[in-house]
C-alpha cells in the first residue's frame, strides 16, 4: 500500500530588542511507494538575529557609516531516500543545500579600512549525505556515515590577506568546513548473561583539510580519530569506561589563519573516562 504524507509547519519568533519578528515556515513530504522505501523531501527558512558579539564587533563603525544590523535568513533544501532491504542493511541518502543571506561578515573596504560587521554575505552550502547501517548478527551492529560538504561564499565579498592586500573571496570556501567527513561506528557484545550484557563499542572518525583563511591561501591538513567505550548493561545500573583518541594523535580543534599568521587550538591527547548510572 502505498502511503503519503505532507506537512505544513509555521513558527513565530518574537524578538522586541530591537525588533527581530518572522515566521519561518517549513514544508515535508513523504512517500512511500513501497513498504521498505521511502522517498522524502522538505523545504525550510529560518533566521539568526544579531548577538551581543555581532554588536559588540560593530557599534563604532555602525554609528559612523550609519547601518543597522539584520539577521541573517537560511532558506534550506533536502531530498532523500531511504530503504531497508533487511535488518543487516539500511540505506538513508540525502542532497541538501542551504542558502544563507545577509550573512554577518567583517567588512573592508577598497582600499582595506575596516568598516566593522555588516550584512554582506552571501553564502551557498550544497552537499550530500550517506548513511549505511544494521545489525548482521545478534551481536553486532554498525554504522557508516559519510558527508560531502561545499560551502562557498556567493557574492562579492572584501577581505584582507595579510596587513595590505585585499582580495574578493566571491566563490572561496568556507573556513573550518572540509569537503568529506566520514564515520564508522562498530558495536560488539562480548557476553550475554540474564539480563547482563557488555558491549564494546569502537568509533572511526576521519576528515580531509579544510581553508583556514577566507582566501583559501592556508589549509589544516586533514586528521583520523579513534575511540572506544566498554560498556556494562545490568538490571538496574550501567557503568563504562571510554578512550578517546585511541592512539594519541596530535590535532587541533580549531585552527586560522589571520594576516598572514597562523594560529591553533590544540585538542585533547589520549583521554580516560568512566561513568555510572542507576535506574530507580
Known amino acids: 500500500r502505498r502511503q503519503r504524507q505532507m506537512c505544513i509547519r509555521d ?13 519561518n515556515p517549513r514544508v515535508s513530504i513523504n512517500y512511500q511507494p513501497i513498504k521498505n522505501l521511502g522517498i522524502y523531501g522538505s523545504l525550510s527558512q529560518s533566521y539568526r538575529a544579531p548577538n551581543i558579539y555581532d554588536y559588540y564587533y560593530t557599534g ?55 568598516m566593522g560587521k555588516q550584512n554582506i554575505s552571501e553564502v551557498t552550502i550544497k552537499g550530500f549525505e550517506l548513511a549505511l547501517s544494521g545489525e548482521p548478527f545478534e551481536w553486532l551492529r554498525y554504522k557508516i556515515g559519510y558527508s560531502y560538504t561545499d560551502a562557498r561564499y556567493s557574492d562579492d565579498v572584501l577581505t584582507k590577506v595579510d596587513r595590505t592586500t585585499v582580495v574578493n573571496i566571491n566563490d572561496k570556501r568556507l573556513t573550518k568546513v572540509p569537503y568529506n567527513k566520514l564515520s564508522i561506528d562498530l558495536n560488539t557484545r562480548l557476553f550475554k548473561k540474564g539480563q547482563s550484557e557488555m558491549w564494546w563499542y569502537v568509533n572511526v572518525f576521519a576528515q580531509d583539510k579544510y581553508p583556514m583563511d577566507k582566501a583559501n591561501t592556508e589549509y589544516y591538513p586533514g586528521y583520523a580519530l579513534v575511540n572506544t567505550k566498554l560498556r556494562l548493561e545490568l538490571k538496574l545500573f550501567e557503568a563504562f569506561i571510554a578512550v578517546d583518541n585511541v592512539l594519541d594523535k596530535d590535532y587541533d580543534g580549531y585552527a586560522y589563519s589571520s594576516y598572514g599568521n597562523n594560529y591553533y587550538y590544540p585538542a585533547y591527547d589520549r583521554t580516560f573516562s568512566a561513568g555510572f548510572s542507576y535506574r530507580f
Do not use: H
Open 60 to 114: 563604532y563603525y555602525a554609528a559612523k557609516n550609519d547601518y543597522t544590523l539584520e539577521p541573517e535568513t537560511f532558506t534550506q533544501y533536502e531530498a532523500g531516500i531511504r530503504y531497508s532491504l533487511s535488518p543487516w542493511f539500511n540505506i538513508d541518502t540525502s542532497l541538501f543545500r542551504i542558502e544563507i543571506d545577509d550573512m554577518l561578515d567583517s567588512t573592508y573596504d577598497d582600499t582595506g579600512k575596516y
Open 11 to 23: 513558527r513565530y519568533d518574537y524578538d522586541e530588542t530591537p525588533s527581530y519578528d518572522r515566521w
